[in-house]
């Protein structure tokens, strides 16, 4: 009887710990949805839209107030910026003058204000308790020791690669990789595919990315399965993408750097993922889907389950000679 009492109370604690750790362990639902599925409406879309009437089309007008006409220009590219992404990206709670001087409401715009300084990401999210899982100060570490830190003079930020208008955090709630991996290759290939671009930051002469790597075999295949940080970047286990970028003559280029079980991709590319369930090699398969490592994806029950059947093996064979010994031994005894 208080047997059964006590049995029944254990179960009841036990389950009890179990649904609530399982509670406590939930991720918040804004960590694990992407920003884009979210009907997001800023409360200056009409302010903004003083500014996308111009920089959000292909063209803008004006009046020469001395002639009356209204006079049409097309938009330059480079200061297009796409209202849709826009509304998608981090930023999309900012009006245009938070970042943006005041002084831009007025057309044409002030010379001077070509000059104007603008915040860097450590302004405003530098030892903030509120991103603290971002760690921006390693983060800001790791660039300064960068290969592109070099061209700080000429103008490189991390604004260089986190475009201030599109930017949207991508591998930490992704639940497409390779659409993540496209994301992040894109980053990249914004300066690297782009020659008008690169030529701002450097005087070398256009390099052929395709020809550079044309020692990695299925190319195309693999650029859609591994970001470029994955072979020029150095690892870091405290921060989810490595900010570390290595002069190219310290890019990986073995493969079995990530063609093996200790793959280098399952500290950085998969690492989010990875962690929880690193030690089960058949839901890595599951949970990397599209992305199958050969060799990085092993599963320890097989593994002890070759050892299994080779201790069998190894049994049978002693068994068996141990056996033959004897007769050998029964029929010289015989004879
Ligand atoms: C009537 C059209 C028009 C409006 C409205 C307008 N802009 Fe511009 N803006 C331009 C054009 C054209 C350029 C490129 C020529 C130049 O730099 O003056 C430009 C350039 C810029 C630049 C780049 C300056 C540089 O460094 O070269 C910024 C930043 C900018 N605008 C921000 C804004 C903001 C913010 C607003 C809204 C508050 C705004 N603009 C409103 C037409 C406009
Ligand atoms: C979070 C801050 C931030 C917000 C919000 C922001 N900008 Fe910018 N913007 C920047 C920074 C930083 C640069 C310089 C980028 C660089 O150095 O590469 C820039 C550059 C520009 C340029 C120059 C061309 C370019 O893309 O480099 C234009 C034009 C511009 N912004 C317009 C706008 C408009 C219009 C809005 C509102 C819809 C806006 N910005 C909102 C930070 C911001
Ligand atoms: C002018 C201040 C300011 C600057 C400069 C700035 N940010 Fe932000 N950032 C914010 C604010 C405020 C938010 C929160 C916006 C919201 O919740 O709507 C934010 C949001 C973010 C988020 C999403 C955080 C989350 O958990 O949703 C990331 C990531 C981010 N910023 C990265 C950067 C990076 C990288 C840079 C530099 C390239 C940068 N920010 C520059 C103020 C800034
Ligand atoms: C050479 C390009 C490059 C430069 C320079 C760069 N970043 Fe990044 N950063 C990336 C890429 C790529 C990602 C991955 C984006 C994603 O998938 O969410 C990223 C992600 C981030 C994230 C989000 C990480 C997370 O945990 O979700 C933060 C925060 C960030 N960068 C801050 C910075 C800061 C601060 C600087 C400057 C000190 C900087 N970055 C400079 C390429 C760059
Ligand atoms: C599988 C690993 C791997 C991947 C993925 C990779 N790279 Fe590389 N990359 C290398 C190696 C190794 C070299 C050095 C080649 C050499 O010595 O000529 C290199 C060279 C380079 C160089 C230097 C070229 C020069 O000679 O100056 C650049 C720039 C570069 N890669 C950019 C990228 C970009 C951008 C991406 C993503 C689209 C990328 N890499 C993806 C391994 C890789
Ligand atoms: C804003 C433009 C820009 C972006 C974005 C950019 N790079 Fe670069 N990168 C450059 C320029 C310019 C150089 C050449 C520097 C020089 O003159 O040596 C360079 C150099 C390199 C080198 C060669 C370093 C060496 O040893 O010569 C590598 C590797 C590289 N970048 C990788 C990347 C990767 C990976 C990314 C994305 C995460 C990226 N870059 C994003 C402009 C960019
Ligand atoms: C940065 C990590 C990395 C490096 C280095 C690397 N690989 Fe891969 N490789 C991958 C990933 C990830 C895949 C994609 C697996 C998938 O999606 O099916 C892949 C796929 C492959 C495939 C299958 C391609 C296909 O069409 O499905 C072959 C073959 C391959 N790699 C050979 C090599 C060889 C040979 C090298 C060395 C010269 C190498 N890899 C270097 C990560 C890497």
């Not at 297009?80 to 826009?86: A, E, P």
């Not at 981090?90 to 245009?96: A, E, I, L, V």
């Not at 914004?190 to 990695?216: A, G, M, P, T, V």
């Amino acid at each position: 009887m208080y047997f059964k009492i006590l049995r029944t109370t254990i179960m009841v604690l036990v389950s009890f710990i179990l649904t609530s750790t399982s509670f406590a362990f939930k991720p918040k639902k804004e960590e694990w949805r992407p920003a884009d599925t979210a009907n997001f409406v800023s409360k200056f879309y009409k302010e903004n839209e003083g500014c996308f009437k111009c920089h959000g089309e292909k063209y803008y007008e004006y009046i020469n107030e001395a002639q009356g006409t209204t006079i049409r220009h097309n938009m330059y590219v480079e200061r297009f910026v796409d209202r849709d992404l826009f509304y998608k990206s981090n930023h999309k709670s900012f009006k245009c003058t938070d970042c943006h001087s005041e002084e831009y409401k007025k057309f044409p715009h002030a010379g001077e204000l070509r000059m104007e300084s603008m915040y860097g990401c450590l302004d405003c999210h530098g030892n903030d308790d509120k991103y603290a899982k971002y760690h921006f100060e390693e983060i800001d570490a790791e660039y300064q020791q960068s290969t592109h830190f070099k061209m700080e003079k000429e103008g490189f930020t991390c604004w260089k690669c986190h475009n201030p208008h599109t930017y949207q955090i991508s591998i930490r709630n992704t639940e497409n990789l390779t659409k993540t991996i496209a994301y992040d290759n894109a980053i990249c290939l914004n300066c690297h595919s782009d020659f008008d671009r690169y030529q701002l930051l450097s005087d070398k002469k256009e390099i052929n990315l395709i020809k550079k790597h044309e020692w990695l075999p299925n190319q195309a295949a693999h650029f859609q399965s591994v970001r470029c940080i994955e072979c020029h970047s150095k690892a870091n286990d405290s921060i989810l993408v490595n900010h570390l970028l290595m002069p190219k003559d310290s890019a990986v280029r073995k493969c079995n750097e990530c063609h093996s079980q200790n793959s280098i991709l399952m500290a950085s590319l998969y690492k989010f993922k990875s962690k929880e369930r690193r030690k089960d090699g058949f839901f890595n398969g599951v949970i990397l889907n599209e992305s199958y490592v050969i060799g990085a994806n092993r599963n320890e029950y097989l593994n002890s389950f070759s050892l299994l059947i080779l201790f069998g093996v190894i049994g049978v064979i002693c068994v068996h000679v141990f056996f033959r010994i004897i007769k050998v031994n029964q029929k010289e005894d015989e004879s």
